[in-house]
């Protein structure tokens, strides 16, 4: 074959541009850009503003402005008795008002000084309701994070898993979100009957599902991938910021106040704390933090086992069993001042009180709120990251808005 | 007899306290120490350090107003030590015409937000903070609103401020 019938023959000087640039390299700009996220971005999970300093796709600095969802709750609970507060102390951590309420009603019963003579029934049925709403609100953190970098389908499943806890909270309640379930000094009703069968019921779908998610989500190639390595919190730093809840545990510290408060019947139940280990990348990063949240939830459903067990046993319903039956009449706490703690989904939820001894208002309510103490360590992990990683630190963070403002 | 947690560390407190001698007050849950306000950092600064006590985690600032009758305002703070489980409540005493307090933001890195939250709610100044800016309320809001004397304005950008 003669060699000259070659129609194309490779030169160096034919991958030359056949028109040159209209702009030179030289001269282009690179400057620090100011880039604002939110607070109407979906990945911020909420009203969050983030204003960040960006060198090319470098996040240089970032400063959270908050605010947007600010409703006067310590305002409000300065200007109304102890017992019409809880309404608005479900507002805060909206997707986990048992906890809440449970923090709130053990803070006033403490003032009062009848934390220890609460019914064993009412403290079980607490302790239920108040780890099914844990529960949820892992599957919003888990979902919506998934969400956030790039996984769709876990989002579906858990939310449609979230919707059975609703509904059980909805039937013991009367509302799906909001339930001022948990009262001071009781409960609103005690379980409607054929909870704890259907509650069961629930805690036999889930572990199957809990499978599912992991091998979907959690061992995922892509999530192990956006997620290890990525928004390492060292524990140092953790506990001098006052990080508390997963995000700490995620760090690598067994620290859960259910354990070291022993608060409720918290000591009676038998459970494991877990904490990251860093099995995918360093300890303390964000896959860290989900796993942990993760393995929270099986955690939790070992405790409703046994609560259930204690419900339809030892603690049966009986007929003249009445969880309004220790609800003071009138609220009215010696004059001192109190600091409660309790551990919700988030970390730990603090209320300061003081009472003046003349009134049923409190003088002063103040909320130490997990999300916003956990928000306030942002800025220290996100410099010298990448904007795409910024999203998955702050969707490990799991901050809802409503308890960041109050 | 072996001395109490507490009484060790009230007597680590009250070789950091150079103003005013410490006060207790024992009906506080958790059991609370006042100290002058010029002890402040000294006092945090020797409870974090001492391998006694070791209060490694800031978790809470609190406000306080008295009304304009007693005068003065309060900063509460909430202490806890991992290691050892103690907890402590410091309380300070300021003048209401001239809250200052000195800042633990270099002691305790939570006490960032904390301390301009309470800055913005009582117009307490936390001297040294590194970014003392309101933090709920908007930047031009007039007024400090958990004070017991606050009045709220009646417009904010032209819309009416209703309760």
Known sequence: MPTDSVQYKSKPGNLNRSVPNKFNAENLRSEEMIINLG??????????????????????????????????????????????????????????????EHAYAMGVERMLGIDHQIPKRVEYVRVVVAELNRIASHFIAIGTYGMDIGAFTPFFWLMRDREHILRLLEWASGARLLYNYIWIGGLFYDLPVGFEDRCREFVRYIKPKLQELETVLIEN????????????????????????????????????????????????????????DGKMGKVGDCWDRTNVRVLE???????????????????????????????????????????????????????FFRADGKSDVALRCKCRSCSFVNLSVLPEIAKGILVADLIAIIGSIDVVMGEVDR | MPMSAFDQILLIVKESCKHADPTVDESATPKAIKIAKEDLTLTAQNLLQNPLTYFDMLSCITGIDNGPDAGTMEVVYNLYSIPFNHHLMLKIIVPREKPEV?????????????????????????????????????????????????????????IKVEY
């Open chain 1, 297 to 351: 939830i099986h955690e939790s459903l070992k405790i409703i086992d046994q609560c259930l067990d204690k419900l339809t046993g030892e603690h049966i319903r009986t007929r003249d069993f009445d969880p309004q039956a220790l609800i003071p009449k009138k609220i009215r706490p010696k004059a001192q001042d109190l600091y409660v703690r309790a551990e919700i989904p988030k970390g730990e939820l603090g209320f």
């Open chain 1, 39 to 100: 607070p109407q971005h979906p990945s911020t999970h909420g009203v969050l503003r983030l204003e960040v300093l960006l060198d090319g796709e470098i996040v240089k600095e970032v400063v959270p402005h908050i605010g947007y969802l600010h409703r006067c709750f310590e305002k409000h609970a300065e200007n109304m008795p102890y017992n019409q507060v809880i309404p608005f102390v479900d507002r805060l951590d909206y997707v986990a008002s048992m906890n809440n």
């Open chain 2, 102 to 158: 000195e800042s633990i933001c270099h002691i305790w890195k939570s006490a960032d937000w904390l301390e301009r939250e309470v800055f913005d709610m009582y117009g307490i100044h936390f001297l040294n903070h590194p970014d003392l800016r309101r933090i709920l309320m908007p930047a031009d809001w007039e007024g400090y609103p958990l004070r017991k004397d606050y009045k709220h304005q009646e417009y904010y950008r032209d």
């Open chain 1, 221 to 276: 190639k892509i999530f192990i991938g956006r997620t290890a390595n990525v928004g390492v919190l060292p524990l140092d730093l953790a506990i001098n910021c006052g990080v508390t809840g997963p995000m700490l545990r995620g760090s690598g510290l067994r620290f859960d106040l259910r354990r070291v408060d022993g608060y409720s019947v918290y000591p009676e139940l038998d459970f494991e704390i877990p904490i990251g």
